[in-house]
């Protein structure tokens, strides 16, 4: 069955500092979502990752993926206010049709 | 505009009540989702629709129905068997990648507004 995990779940960052959230999946996996969410409203799409070793940059967040250890990395450069919300990641199954979604970190970026 | 619509925002449900949330997409998407999100937790999959008249269950899908008769439709009932419905009910569309061969595609669910369903 598969599973994902994300740390931390709560994360709480000066502004212009650097941090990385983490998740980890349990079971083969070759695609993997991250998205943001503001309080009170639906998700927004961030990155696809595809494959192994895929990264994607948008603004100051960096995503990437490494299959081999089921573990996909969203690194925040230089911390904005405006970054604060709740990230999840979510891994499609190998049959193509559920997406698992982890807890999500809550990313909290203080003055 | 392409999109997906939920309706109503907000919606209150008296005990022993059924209420049906709305769902509708004009991308022209094979799949559709209900997810529930309670505070402060992750999104949990009810059910799921990968063609028309066909769902399956999801993770959570005890006193919860669905209907797919129309491609653009995916509407969800709260039955009164569900003793805890107070959350936020999300619905999502994507292409379905069974049908690509699995294929790797840059496409995502695309997600509604969402309904926030409370009990009276």
């Known amino acids: 069955e598969l599973k994902v995990e994300q740390n931390p779940l709560f994360l709480s960052m000066q502004e212009g500092k650097n941090y990385t959230i983490y998740c980890n999946y349990s079971?083969?996996?070759?695609?993997l979502y991250w998205y943001r969410q503001d309080p009170g409203k639906s998700l927004e799409s961030l990155f696809v990752?595809?494959?192994?070793?895929a990264v994607k940059q948008e603004g100051r967040l960096m995503a990437s993926l490494d299959t081999k250890a089921r573990l996909s990395t969203l690194h925040i450069t230089a911390a904005v206010h405006d970054l604060s919300a709740t990230y999840f990641c979510?891994?499609?199954?190998?049959?193509?049709?559920?997406?698992?979604f982890g807890p999500g970190t809550s990313l909290s970026v203080i003055p | 505009d392409g999109g997906i619509t939920q309706s109503p925002k907000y919606l209150f449900r008296k005990e022993g009540q059924n209420v049906t949330l709305s769902c509708e997409q004009n991308?022209?998407?094979?799949?559709m989702y209900w997810y529930r999100q309670d505070p402060g937790q992750g999104l949990r999959l009810i059910y799921y629709?990968?063609?028309?008249?066909?769902?399956q269950k999801g993770d959570i899908a005890e006193g919860y129905s669905v209907s797919r008769e129309k491609k653009e439709s995916f509407p969800l009932t709260v039955t009164s068997a569900q003793k805890n419905p107070t959350a936020f009910y999300l619905c999502?569309?994507?292409?379905?990648?069974?049908?690509?061969?699995?294929?790797?595609?840059?496409?995502?669910?695309?997600f509604g507004p969402g309904t926030r369903l409370l009990v009276l």
């Open positions: 999502a569309s994507s292409i379905d990648r069974r049908r690509t061969g699995g294929v790797p595609l840059q496409e995502t669910q695309y």
């Open positions: 079971t083969t996996s070759d695609r």
């Open positions: 990752l595809l494959s192994n070793g």
């Open positions: 979510a891994v499609e199954g190998t049959s193509y049709d559920k997406v698992i």
């Open positions: 991308l022209n998407h094979d799949a």
């Open positions: 629709s990968q063609i028309v008249n066909d769902f």
